[in-house]
């Protein structure tokens, strides 16, 4: 595959649709899902990869796609926010008040998504996985609690 | 600047691309993981026009055992290590570097080529003798990691690491591998130690307690030394300690000897009766 220093129409596979768009080839997967097919969902905080409020799901695997480029999206299957619909964990969020000003949410929704998807998944993964994302108005123990509400396995 | 991007998916194709990238006066990049290179671009900090994606090559997803020896490719990712766990210790100390969600893109060669200087996965491999196979242009060779690898990974112009193999023997060896941080459990690293043992001999390596990550020969001499006590032991290793310790905001260069005195103690505690 060769992606040449210009803009290039590329075919990428976004929330089930296929999808053409125009990028040059060190152009983040963030950007592109912004700006390019504006799904705002996924939200660029450090753009260095530590926060987490970019996470997206790629082949069912959490990714920052602010550490991603659009070009090796290509032939992958990509999950936004937007993508999920009803989800367990959205449903758990809002029952355990996992969340204050919401600039985080969707990175922790599709982690937590993903998590979900681990039937064996104990307290130790769980806070490993939800160590990959910051929230600065600090929800953490209701956002464990949602994950565990949504697997099943919150003790009431 | 906008660079061009390769995805090759033979190993001959991404060394000859780089080499005729640069015979055309290009800045051609091996690109695996791709998470420093991507913030280093965005920061300005390197300058590349040619972007040379190795994930679609065989020979670097190699993660299996051969002829008695685990093989491991340079974009086999940190997440993929700690799943199929078939050198423990390289899962420990894998699954300490950055975060999940991160790992999930960070790879191997990533990881010991990169320029951030922790670099610890190589530590485990520098404790188990591994071999390295490199690539450049058509020639492929097979070293001892040590003759390639000197405080960070010693590649030729164009070269390219494309697997580890380690010898079987020092897979399920005893092992103790310790992150430590200034708080909490995740952020940049202030010590990370592994070791292990091996033919009843302790080995150790560090990163973070130096600007590079190392084994010391001389502190494993000290350490495995009969008739010292634990106390002469310790003092020694810490004079053995081959460069200038560390002291930045990660933490003073007193509190690092303190922390490494600790790790010391426990590599002892764990390892000298096993």
């Known amino acids: 595959m060769h992606i040449p220093a210009k803009k290039t129409q590329i075919k990428l596979f976004v929330n089930g649709e296929e999808k053409q768009v125009a990028v040059i080839p060190n152009k983040i997967l963030l950007m592109v899902l912004r700006e390019d097919l504006h799904l705002t969902g996924s939200k660029p905080g450090c753009l260095n990869g530590d926060c987490g409020a970019c996470t997206v799901l790629v082949d069912n695997e959490p990714m920052k796609s602010c550490l991603m480029l659009a070009v090796e999206a290509i032939d992958k299957e990509v999950v936004t926010v937007e993508g999920l619909f009803e989800a367990p964990i959205q449903k758990a969020f809002i029952e355990q008040f996992a969340f204050q000003c919401g600039y985080c949410t969707p990175g922790f929704i599709i982690n937590a998504h993903a998590l979900t998807k681990i039937p064996n998944a104990d307290k130790e993964m769980i806070r490993e996985w939800l160590s990959s994302n910051i929230c600065r108005c600090t929800s953490y123990e209701e956002i464990e609690h949602a994950v565990l509400e949504a697997m099943g396995k919150l003790n009431k | ?274």
């Open chain 2, 1 to 274: 600047m906008i660079y061009e991007y390769y995805k090759p998916t033979r190993l001959l194709e991404a060394t000859e691309l780089f080499r005729s990238k640069q015979v055309e006066g290009g800045k051609p990049l091996y690109f695996g993981g791709g998470t420093e290179i991507i913030t280093l671009f965005r920061l300005q900090e390197i300058s590349l026009d040619t972007a040379i994606d190795i994930k679609a090559i065989d020979a670097v997803r190699i993660h299996d055992m051969v002829e008695g020896y685990f093989a491991i490719g340079a974009a086999v990712t940190l997440t993929e290590i700690q799943t199929k766990n078939q050198f423990p210790l390289l899962t420990e100390v894998a699954k300490e570097v950055a975060d999940r969600t991160a790992r999930n893109k960070i790879t191997l060669g990533g990881n010991i080529c990169g320029n951030i200087f922790y670099r610890e996965a190589v530590l485990p491999l520098l404790l188990s003798d591994s071999l390295i196979v490199t690539a450049r242009g058509k020639d492929i060779n097979m070293n001892q990691l040590t003759s390639k690898f000197n405080e960070k990974m010693l590649l030729d112009d164009g070269e390219i690491f494309v697997q580890a193999f380690i010898e079987e023997k020092y897979l399920h060896a005893p092992y103790i591998a310790r992150k430590k941080r200034q708080q909490w459990d995740t952020g940049y690293p202030l010590i990370t130690a592994a070791a292990l043992k091996i033919d009843n001999h302790i080995r150790l390596a560090f990163s973070g307690l130096c600007a590079f990550p190392f084994r010391s020969k001389q502190m494993e001499a000290v350490l495995n030394e009969t008739g010292l006590s634990e106390e002469e032991k310790l003092n020694r290793a810490i004079a053995a300690v081959p460069g200038e310790i560390l002291d930045d905001v990660e933490g003073s260069k007193e509190y690092r000897l303190f922390v490494l005195r600790n790790l010391l103690e426990e590599i002892l505690v764990s390892l000298e009766r096993v």
